[in-house]
């Protein structure tokens, strides 16, 4: 995967990737870690999209804010995107099913429900296997899954789907808030992943990013 290194806007928030690989490896795993939610600046869609090809689908798992919010960042992103998104919504009041639109939604009211975001995610898979041959694995915020289950649990999870992605030579990047989670826990996460993004916000709104490798890897 090689792209060149951009910088794009998202809400008219100016993201600069300058501090993160130009490359990574088929069927990396990523971390960013952000001191607060970030959500208006869609960092994990930007990174996705920095080693993603264009034609690759997009499973984006939100927790923090709507599907529809989501699928406007991820067009913000790319305004000339023509990909498929699936889009896991555990913001939802209720459980419900929207497969068959342009872009797939799954409804989960609750966001430690980590089997029913588990069985969402490998249903969405199936349906885009079929037709597109790299689905990547975007989850927006670990912070209100790990407020809602425990890290065992979560840890178990992003495990069997990294491994999954891996084999299939597809990215899996999700992001948490480290501020909100003690030392143990953000090791916990890091030994998961092959690289970990920390990002710092500067006294003018803008944010530094810093990549440290996790895995020895030859990249």
Known sequence: MNHS???????????????????VPDGAALCIA???????????????????D???????ITSSITAEETI???????????RRLGIIDTTADEHLEALYQENPIISIPRSGDLTQV??????LEESFSKTYPKT??????LT???NDSSIEGVRNVLETVIEHQRSRSCLTVFSVEYTEHSEPTMAALEILVDGVVWVEQTANDEHQL????TRNIDW
């Open 5 to 23: 290194r951009t910088n794009t806007r998202t809400n008219e928030a100016l993201i600069d990737l300058e501090g993160i690989p130009e490359t």
């Open 34 to 52: 952000k001191p607060a939610p970030l959500t208006e600046y869609a960092l994990p869609l930007h990174i996705t999209n920095q080693y993603a």
């Open 54 to 60: 264009g034609e690759d689908c997009r499973i984006i």
């Open 72 to 82: 406007r960042q991820e067009q913000q992103v790319v305004a000339t995107a023509d």
């Open 118 to 123: 588990t069985l969402a995610l490998w249903d």
């Open 136 to 141: 990547h694995v975007i989850l927006r915020s």
């Open 144 to 146: 209100p899954i790990l």
């Open 210 to 213: 810093d990549y440290h490798r």
